[in-house]
């Protein structure tokens, strides 16, 4: 059975910078497909960065130029690097991996004004 979990969450000023850690157990990580999504206040879930597992990333819009997303195959890990962060970026991040995708329970980030 696939486990995530995610660490690096916390509280932060606009334009202060977070990384967040997620760890992968139980499946085969270096063949799927890991990314970050995360749910804000009053909102749906929303994809923010994917990575294959040849390293090809995919970012929303939103967050292209700030946040930056990779991967440790050795250590079953995939990393998001937050920059330049915004209010709007609170939310709590989830980590995912493959298709289906499997899912870790998440990690509260937010940023004050």
């Known amino acids: 059975q696939v486990q995530l979990v995610e660490s690096g969450g916390g509280l932060v000023q606009t334009g202060g910078s977070l990384r967040l850690s997620c760890v992968a157990s139980g499946g085969n990580f270096r063949l799927n497909v890991a990314g970050w999504y995360r749910r804000g206040p009053g909102k749906q879930r929303e994809m923010v960065a994917t990575?294959?597992?040849?390293?090809?990333?995919n970012y929303a819009d939103s967050v292209r130029g700030r946040f930056t997303v990779s991967r440790d195959s050795d250590k079953n890990t995939v990393y998001l690097q937050k920059n330049s962060l915004r209010p709007e970026d609170t939310a709590v991040y989830y980590c995912?991996?493959?298709?289906?995708?499997?899912w870790g329970v998440g990690t509260q980030v937010t940023v004050s004004s």
């Open positions: 990575i294959s597992p040849r390293g090809t990333t």
């Open positions: 995912a991996l493959g298709v289906l995708p499997y």
